[in-house]
């Protein structure tokens, strides 16, 4: 019998009269308590367990003697999960579509709050990092999901619920809300100038309607404290509850993306705003965009598109560095024959080797694995390359995760090392996420000597993991747990960096990368003079 039909069938004939143990009974009562396998013995030595907790009912005073024995008894019998059949993955969950309006009948919105509940304690890696009361507010959410009275209302309780996993690999799940527009933000409404967060205030960056902007007095580098009556502050910790990241500067990064237009706190399409502008200090009424106006969301879509290409030129150019972009690396093997991209490959990283310096921006995802995985580690690693430890679930006792001897590096005949002598940089940001930050540890194990700079990374490496909520909605998170050999944490906290770079409103304002002008500066190039031309550092 599965689990969805054991609970589905039950729930409702619970009340809160009732005791633990009447519950045990209900649940067990038709289980074979005589187990006729042997229980399973995991001889496993390195495991995180930190996770697993059953003290719910072994030091639960309210849980009769025979029932903990009982409850022990089915763990020490749990079900083997490597005996799951081909195809079949521990998180294949049931989907229980509903129409968009209509409210999750009660016992289906129970089913989802347990399968979350199920998700942490058995599948999420990190949830030793939540909030150490998480079990509270869990319960409090549990009891706002039952007095949902509309869709609205429990997706706010979905979204509340998810923010807690403070895992950027979960971010994406608002954008599954039916009614996000009205729990988070309005996407009919995006404002007449670019913005970026910066400490406690929006610092406007860009005029796209410059005529709307003059109308209400605003110019680009004002700062804005206020959105009809609420600081920047108390607009980021309300999203904060919303969302999930890792850490606080991923929020500020996806808060300040144009195109996302999470930063607003109501649906209105009028807003008050405080600003102070220069020594001034004033409230000005704006009218924003309309994304139904054909002619203004044009500007828009222009703008943004400029934006993005601009972006995605960026780069720095000198005969002395040779500089990789990790989502740019793919273009080195466009229209190359197979048989020739190892050829192409030695020549680049030839060439390289023989610069004062190597650049490695990782400030995006990757577009092609192979280029660290497989070619930087070929032509400049040591044989072996353990730059972290992967912990997998273990299938024999889930809640906990296993290291497994993972494929850190390939296994090339006759591998030869070439050292490089030269001065190696890393550059990350809130983009670095993921597969980047993989990568990214895999570098500095590769280049002992090399300097990580930049912001906080996303805080959030290892496999994305899927589960079907009832609803036609699916969480993602983060399923394994990646540290550094020495244990040392990556989730939340992101990758190490040697030197953290904080932009002042200036350094935005002026386009400047301050992580290119430090590699710039750095003693080995320190007497190269260098000039900016449009959003590429040329020499």
């Not at 009340?15 to 074979?32: E, G, P, T, V, Y």
């Not at 009912?57 to 008894?73: D, G």
């Not at 497989?374 to 889930?398: G, M, T, V």
Request: charged share 25%; proline share 3%; with cysteine.
């Amino acid at each position: 019998m599965d689990a969805d039909s054991l609970f589905l069938n039950n729930i409702e004939k619970v009340d809160a009269k009732q005791s633990f143990n009447h519950i045990i009974k209900q649940l067990s009562q038709n289980l074979n308590p005589e187990f006729s396998a042997a229980p399973i013995f995991d001889t496993q030595k390195d495991i995180l367990t930190v996770n697993q907790n059953f003290d719910w009912f072994q030091k639960n005073k309210k849980i009769s003697a025979e029932n903990k024995n009982l409850l022990n008894a089915i763990y020490k019998n749990r079900f083997n999960y490597e005996l799951l059949k081909e195809g079949k993955l521990v998180n294949d969950e049931k989907k229980y579509p509903f129409t968009k309006e209509e409210n999750l009948p009660l016992k289906y919105r129970l089913l989802a709050m347990a399968k979350i509940q199920g998700i942490v304690d058995y599948l999420f890696p990190h949830k030793y990092l939540m909030d150490k009361h998480f079990d509270s507010y869990f319960n409090d959410l549990l009891n706002e999901a039952v007095q949902a009275l509309s869709r609205k209302d429990f997706e706010t309780v979905l979204a509340k619920t998810v923010s807690y996993f403070q895992d950027s690999h979960a971010f994406e799940f608002y954008r599954q809300l039916n009614f996000r527009d009205e729990i988070l933000f309005s996407s009919s409404y995006y404002p007449p100038f670019d913005f970026q967060i910066a400490d406690d205030h929006l610092l406007v960056t860009k005029l796209i309607f410059p005529e709307i902007c003059n109308t209400a007095q605003i110019r680009v580098g004002d700062i804005i404290t206020e959105i009809n009556g609420k600081s920047i502050k108390q607009i980021i910790n309300e999203k904060s509850k919303l969302l999930s990241v890792s850490n606080y500067q991923k929020l500020i990064f996806v808060l300040s993306t144009y195109e996302y237009n999470l930063i607003w706190p109501d649906k209105l399409s009028q807003k008050t705003l405080k600003v102070q502008s220069g020594s001034k200090k004033f409230s000005t009424e704006l009218p924003l965009i309309n994304a139904k106006d054909k002619a203004q969301v044009t500007v828009l879509s222009n703008y943004i598109n400029n934006k993005n290409r601009k972006k995605q030129d960026h780069s720095l150019i000198h005969k002395d560095i040779a500089y990789f972009r990790i989502d740019k690396t793919l273009d080195f093997i466009n229209n190359v024959d197979d048989d020739k991209i190892d050829a192409k490959m030695d020549s680049i990283l030839k060439d390289a080797s023989q610069k004062k310096a190597i650049v490695f921006d990782m400030r995006g995802y990757p577009d092609w694995g192979g280029f660290v995985y497989h070619y930087i580690y070929k032509y400049f690693s040591p044989k072996e390359n353990y730059f972290a430890k992967y912990y997998q679930p273990d299938l024999k006792n889930i809640g906990t995760f296993v290291y497994k001897d993972y494929d850190y590096f390939p296994i090339i005949e006759n591998k030869t090392v070439s050292t490089y002598h030269g001065k190696v940089f890393i550059l990350v940001n809130p983009e670095t996420r993921s597969a980047s930050e993989w990568y990214s540890m895999s570098l500095q194990k590769i280049f002992p000597h090399s300097l990580t700079i930049g912001q906080q990374t996303s805080g959030a490496d290892g496999d994305l993991v899927k589960v079907n909520l009832p609803g036609d909605y699916i969480l993602q998170f983060t399923g394994n747990g990646i540290f550094y050999p020495d244990q040392s944490q990556t989730q939340q906290t992101g990758i190490r960096i040697n030197e953290v770079i904080k932009y002042k409103d200036q350094d935005i304002l002026d386009n400047h990368d301050l992580e290119f002008e430090l590699v710039l500066n750095s003693s080995i190039l320190s007497s190269i003079k260098f000039l900016r031309l449009r959003n590429s550092i040329i020499f």
